[in-house]
């Protein structure tokens, strides 16, 4: 398995930092996952309030990044290509893979904030379309060869855009899923990785739709499935310490969360559920406990959905940096370990 540190920042002034130095904060604490042994960096985008609101924009993200590190890949999870124009964020995206000494990891979705596409004038119900078409003309515009392109939303003739990606012939392309299944069927049908987030659902239920994606990917005859799932993490030398905090946390990760929604005028998200620590753990929505308890709730993940990428969001809800970098720490020097080399764990069974 493969790990990341992962961030979406939610601004809460009760940090005592100002807007500049949160940011400044969360890009320290990502640029140390290098030093600690992480493979990857992963950014999210949300738009119009502090549930993530502060990174709105990925490449300036990214590009701060690439002048930190040499050594860890940098992954967008998820741009939000069904608002953005696709010949932009292939122009942005190119750069940070030249910046970075092609490091970057395209990940794409459509979101589930419906205020977002309302204030860009995007309609969300078609989203899906959008994204697809989407992805196609940026796939033309990195190929460095000139290209025309006539579909449902955009139309170009004998167009050349500049600048092309270092890797050839482009980075990665991740698709992110929750919960179509024909969604699932399709990113495995195209070849694409999986993004996914064990939050949502059961481990069991997850289960169910990530074996739909690696059955189709081999009907499709490519190779070994590669797929990410994304994780509220906690660590703490002490179980019950971990859990009140990632309980105070996820609370407030969630209240969030509905807030942000609310702002739609269309969308009618249910009502927020009850954090239950316990049950949340149990079946491993959650990694939150002591090294032993996370690497275990992992190695379950691993076996029963074919995950091959852990992406671990430590600062989220009202965890402070300093708790989110013990976090983190911890979670490189004892629970890695036990991921990387499990049969050594073992015992050499």
């Known amino acids: 398995m493969k790990f990341a540190s992962y961030a979406m920042p939610s601004y809460d002034q009760r940090s005592g930092l ?6 400044r904060a969360t ?21 119009f309030h502090r549930y993530g609101g502060l990174m709105p924009a990925l490449p300036p993200m990214l590009a701060a990044l690439s002048q930190r590190t040499s050594r860890v890949r940098f992954g967008t999870s998820v741009v939000l290509l069904p608002v953005h124009h696709p010949l932009e964020v292939a122009e942005e995206l190119a750069m940070v893979d030249l910046m970075s000494g092609g490091r970057l990891e395209l990940g794409i979705g459509r979101g589930f904030v419906a205020h977002d596409y309302e ?12 994204l697809i078409e989407s992805l196609e003309v940026l796939l033309k515009a990195w190929s460095g060869e000139r290209f025309s392109h006539h579909g449902r939303y955009y ?15 482009h980075p990665p392309i991740w698709i992110a899923c929750s919960a179509t299944p024909r969604n699932f069927e399709w990113t495995a049908q195209q070849g694409y990785n999986l993004l996914t987030i064990g939050y949502v659902r059961p481990v069991a239920k997850l289960a169910e739709l990530t074996k739909i994606y690696r059955d189709a990917r081999a009907a499709a005859g490519f190779g070994p499935a590669t797929i990410a799932t994304h994780y509220h993490t906690v660590v703490a030398e002490d179980r019950q310490a971990a859990r009140r905090i ?3 946390a996820l609370t407030e990760h969630v209240r969030l969360n ?20 316990e049950e949340l753990v149990d079946q491993c929505r959650l990694i939150a406990g002591d090294p032993e308890d996370c690497a275990r709730t992992l190695q379950t993940v691993a076996d029963q959905t074919g995950c091959t990428e852990s992406h671990c969001l430590f600062q989220f809800g009202n965890i402070s940096f300093a708790t989110a970098q013990r976090s983190m720490e911890l979670f490189a020097s004892e629970v890695i370990p ?7 764990a073992a015992g050499g069974r």
């Open 338 to 344: 036990r991921l990387r080399e499990p049969l050594a």
């Open 258 to 277: 509905a807030e942000a929604r609310s702002l739609s005028k269309t969308d009618s998200p249910s009502a927020s559920e009850d954090v239950c620590i």
């Open 246 to 248: 990632a309980e105070a």
């Open 27 to 47: 890009i320290d604490q990502l640029a140390s996952a290098e030093s600690l042994g992480f493979d990857s960096i992963w950014v999210n985008e949300h738009h």
């Open 155 to 169: 139309s170009f003739t004998d167009l050349e855009v500049w600048p092309r990606p270092e890797q050839r012939p």
């Open 18 to 23: 100002s807007e500049g130095e949160f940011l």
């Open 119 to 130: 204030v860009f004038d995007v309609p969300y119900h078609d989203a899906q379309d959008r």
